[in-house]
Each structure stands twice: as structure tokens, then as C-alpha cells.
């Protein structure tokens, strides 16, 4: 299943891209860091909400983003399955 991860709460206002630290194909964890954002305040690392395959990259180097644009689409893996032990 797809998701597509916006940018979270940045306190209001936006910033620059300056660093990628993932790409297409990459297996990510929750809240590893996907990209840094520059604001005329602070750099942020923007963590990722959830653990997934990164399918696609909605930004690049030196776009400017604010709370809720699209940063990438992840194949979101279905949640793990419990091991039943079949009864005797």
C-alpha cells in the first residue's frame, strides 16, 4: 500500500531543501531522518512517520517547503502478522 508522507509541523513558516538522505528503492525505518530543511531560523531533519520502501521523491535540492507539501511516496508494508501456533 502507497502513502504519501507531507512535511510535518515546521512551526509555521518553510524551508529550503539542503540535504537528501534517501532515495528511490531505499527501505527506511520509523523516524529515520529523510531530508534536512533550512529556514532563516534553524536546519530541521524532517523524520520519516513510518517504515516503508521509498517509491517515489516528490522534492529535490533547493525546493522550498512548508507543513503539508508532499515529500515522498512510500510502499508502506502491511502490518506484520502474528505467529499462531496451530492447536493440537
Same mark, same amino acid.
Given at each position: 500500500m502507497?502513502?504519501? *508522507?507531507?512535511?510535518?509541523d515546521i512551526g509555521g513558516g518553510e524551508g529550503e531543501v539542503i540535504e537528501l538522505m534517501?532515495?528511490?528503492?531505499?527501505? *527506511?525505518?520509523a523516524d529515520q531522518?529523510?531530508?534536512?530543511?533550512e529556514s532563516d531560523k534553524a536546519s530541521m531533519e *524532517?523524520?520519516?512517520p513510518?517504515?516503508?520502501v521509498v517509491k517515489s521523491l516528490k522534492v529535490k535540492l533547493g525546493d522550498?517547503?512548508?507543513e503539508g507539501d508532499e515529500l515522498?511516496?512510500?510502499d508502506v508494508a502491511g502490518e506484520p502478522?502474528?505467529?499462531r501456533p496451530r492447536g493440537h
Open positions: 502507497s502513502e504519501l *508522507i507531507r512535511v510535518p534517501v532515495k528511490v528503492g531505499d527501505r *527506511i525505518e531522518s529523510l531530508l534536512t530543511l *524532517i523524520p520519516a513510518k517504515a516503508g522550498t517547503l512548508k515522498l511516496e512510500l502478522r502474528q505467529h
